[in-house]
C-alpha cells in the first residue's frame, strides 16, 4: 500500500477533540482567538488570481487552442469553470470545461467509511491528444493530484496534463508540482485552509484556521482534517 | 450502510438514494474505453449459488470484476455441498480463503441471514427462496428513476407501480413493494387470489384480482414470472387462463398512460405473462434493466466493500 509507511496514513486524530485551545481571559465562549478564522484571500484578490491563472494558461498552451479544463469536485468544479469563461472572454470561443471526481482512486479509501462519489463530467470532445488542465482549490500532499492522474489514465491519452489550483499550502507528500498557483500560501499542518466559493457556499473567501476550529459544523471545503 | 445486503426492506430511503446516486455515477463507466476502476484491487469477492442463475451471477461477476475485485464462483453442482457439506462447513471454508464478500442465491427464505452471522465479510443477498432480491428491487428502482427523467438525490415520489403475477413465490415482488415504498412511490398488487401469500395484509401496498382496472392507472407496470419450478399445486387452471387474465398483451399495452413503462425481472415466459410484441416494444425496460443491475450491483459493493474494514 501507498501509503502504509507514511506519516500521513497514521495520524487520523485531528478532528478537533484533542486540540486543546488555551483559554482566554474574556473571550467570546466556546471559540478561543485562535479559533478565529483568518481570511487570507477576499472575492476581489481571488477573482483576480483566477484571471492571472486564465491567462497564464492562455500564454503557456499558446492561445488555449487544445485545451480542456477538469475540475475536481466539490470545489475544483466551479473554479473550472470560471477559468473556461476568462479564457473564452479573451480569446472569443468557448473552452471545454468538466468535472473529474477521484474518489474510486483515492489511496486513503480503505482509513474510512466509503464515501458517496462526486460527478464526473467529461467534454465531448474527450481528452485524447488534448492538454487537459486539472483544476482544484487547494494543493497539500499532492495525493488528489496523484489520483487525478489515474484517474485520466483510464480516460483516455491527453498530450499533456496539468495543475491549476487557486491555493498551494505546501507539505507536499508526493513529486508533484502545479503549473498555475493563485496563492501561495505558508501553512502549519495545525491549520486548516477553508475555501468558500459563491457556487458552494455563497461568497467567495479564503480563510485559514487553527484544526480545532474544524470541529464546529461550517459551510466551505477544507484542507488539512486528513492528517 | 449496513454491513450486510440481507434485505430490501433494511434500507432506509436514505441508504436506498446513495446506492441508486453511486450507480449513477458508476454507470458511465460502461461509456468508456477502459471499463475499470481500481477501488476493490486485493479484495474477493465470492459468488455462492445454490439455484441456477444466469444474469445476477454475471451481473455480480461483472460489477465486481469493473471494481478490479477478485472474483471467485462458487457453483454447487460440482462442489461438495453436492456431496452433502452442511451451510455453516461451506462458510466456514469461504471464510479460510478471505472472502470479503459473499453473494448468495439459496433456495430457502432466510439462507443469507444464517450465513452472515458466520461470516466475517459482507453479504449480498441475491435471491433467498420467497423471501427477498434486494438487488433487483434496487435496479428496478434506479431503471424507473432513469425513464421517468429524475436525477440523483430524486427519489420516486408519485409514480404508481404496479406489480402483476405470481407474488406468492416471487422474493422480487416483495422487495420492491417495500423498496419502491421507502423511495414514495405507491405500489399496487394484481395478482389470482390463489398467488397471494398469505400475510399480504401486513405489505404497505394495496391488493386487487382486475389487471384491466389496474393497468390505465400505471406509471410502471412489472410483470412477474410464472414460477413453475416452485409451484406444487394447480394455483390456477391453465396458463392460457392465466395469460388471458394476468398477462400484458397488446391490447392492454394500450391502455396504459402514454409515459407508462413496462417491466420484467427475467427471465421471461413470453406468451405467458407478457406476449413477445409488449416485451420487444420500446416502452419495455428489459434490456436496460440486465445494464443498469451491473451499476446499481457495483454501487452495493462499492458501498459495501469500498471503505474502511467492515468488521471495525
Redesign the interface.
Known amino acids: 500500500m501507498a501509503h502504509a509507511a507514511h506519516p500521513a496514513g497514521g495520524q487520523p486524530g485531528t478532528t478537533g477533540d484533542s486540540v486543546t485551545n488555551p483559554t482566554p481571559t474574556g473571550g467570546p465562549p466556546d471559540r478561543g482567538p485562535q479559533a478565529h478564522p483568518k481570511t487570507v484571500l477576499e472575492a476581489a484578490e481571488i477573482n483576480r488570481a483566477l484571471t492571472r491563472i486564465a491567462h497564464e494558461i492562455i500564454e503557456r498552451t499558446r492561445g488555449a487552442e487544445q485545451v480542456v479544463l477538469l475540475g475536481i469536485p466539490t470545489r475544483g468544479v466551479p473554479l473550472a469553470g470560471r477559468l473556461a469563461d476568462r479564457i473564452s472572454q479573451v480569446e472569443g470561443r468557448a473552452v471545454p470545461h468538466g468535472s473529474l ?1 477521484i474518489t ?2 483515492r489511496d486513503d ?12 463530467q467529461v467534454p465531448a470532445e474527450g481528452i485524447d491528444g488534448q492538454t487537459v488542465v486539472l483544476v482544484d482549490d487547494v494543493l497539500y500532499s499532492g495525493r488528489t493530484a496523484r489520483a487525478a492522474l ?1 484517474a485520466l489514465n ?3 491519452r491527453p498530450l499533456a496534463v496539468q495543475l491549476a489550483v487557486l491555493v498551494d499550502r505546501g507539505h507536499r507528500e508526493l513529486p508533484i508540482r502545479a503549473d498555475y498557483v493563485g496563492k501561495n500560501l505558508p501553512t502549519s499542518q495545525q491549520e486548516v485552509v477553508r475555501v468558500l466559493l459563491t457556487e458552494t457556499d455563497g461568497e467567495d473567501a479564503v480563510l485559514l484556521e487553527p484544526v480545532g476550529a474544524a470541529a464546529q459544523p461550517r459551510r466551505g471545503g477544507v484542507t488539512g482534517r486528513r492528517r | ?1 449496513n454491513r450486510h445486503l440481507i434485505s430490501a426492506a433494511d434500507l432506509s430511503k436514505q441508504d436506498a438514494l ?1 446506492i441508486l ?2 450507480a449513477e ?2 454507470a ?1 463507466v460502461a461509456d ?3 471499463k ?4 476493490l484491487r486485493g479484495r474477493t469477492v465470492v459468488n455462492l449459488f445454490f439455484e441456477d442463475s444466469t444474469r445476477t451471477r454475471i451481473s455480480f461477476e461483472a460489477a465486481a470484476k469493473r471494481l478490479s475485485a477478485d472474483v471467485i464462483n462458487f457453483a454447487v453442482k460440482g462442489s461438495s455441498v453436492a456431496k452433502g457439506e452442511s451451510l455453516k462447513d461451506t462458510a466456514l471454508t469461504l471464510e479460510a480463503m478471505g472472502a470479503d464478500a459473499v453473494v448468495v442465491r439459496h433456495g430457502a427464505s432466510g439462507a443469507p441471514q444464517r450465513l452472515a452471522g458466520w461470516l466475517r465479510g459482507s453479504v449480498i443477498n441475491a435471491g433467498d427462496g420467497a423471501h427477498e432480491h434486494p438487488t433487483q428491487a434496487l435496479l428496478d428502482a434506479f431503471t424507473i428513476r432513469r425513464r421517468f427523467g429524475r436525477g440523483s438525490g430524486e427519489a420516486l415520489d408519485g409514480l404508481r407501480v404496479t406489480i402483476v403475477g405470481d407474488v406468492l413465490h416471487s422474493r422480487v415482488a416483495r422487495s420492491n413493494v417495500w423498496l419502491l415504498r421507502e423511495l414514495g412511490a405507491e405500489v399496487a398488487l394484481v395478482a389470482p387470489p390463489t398467488l397471494l401469500p398469505v400475510a399480504i395484509d401486513g405489505w404497505p401496498c394495496s391488493v386487487s384480482y382486475d389487471l384491466d382496472a389496474a393497468v390505465p392507472k400505471s406509471d410502471v407496470v412489472m410483470m412477474l414470472r410464472i414460477q413453475q419450478e416452485r409451484m406444487n399445486a394447480a394455483y390456477f387452471p391453465s396458463v392460457r387462463e392465466y395469460s388471458r387474465r394476468y398477462g400484458l398483451d397488446t391490447v392492454r399495452l394500450r391502455q396504459l398512460p402514454e409515459d407508462a413503462i413496462v417491466m420484467h425481472p427475467g427471465p421471461m415466459n413470453r406468451g405467458v405473462e407478457i406476449a413477445a410484441e409488449v416485451a420487444d416494444s420500446p416502452r419495455s425496460t428489459i434490456v436496460e434493466q440486465v445494464a443498469n443491475g451491473v451499476s446499481v450491483r457495483m454501487a452495493v459493493l ?8 467492515a468488521a471495525q
Open positions: 471526481d474510486m482512486y479509501l480503505r482509513l474510512r467509511p466509503a464515501r458517496r462519489l462526486g460527478p464526473t489515474d483510464d480516460l483516455g | 450502510m446513495l446516486d453511486t455515477e458508476l458511465q468508456r474505453p477502459i475499470k476502476l481500481p477501488t462499492y458501498l459495501l466493500l469500498g471503505g474502511l474494514e
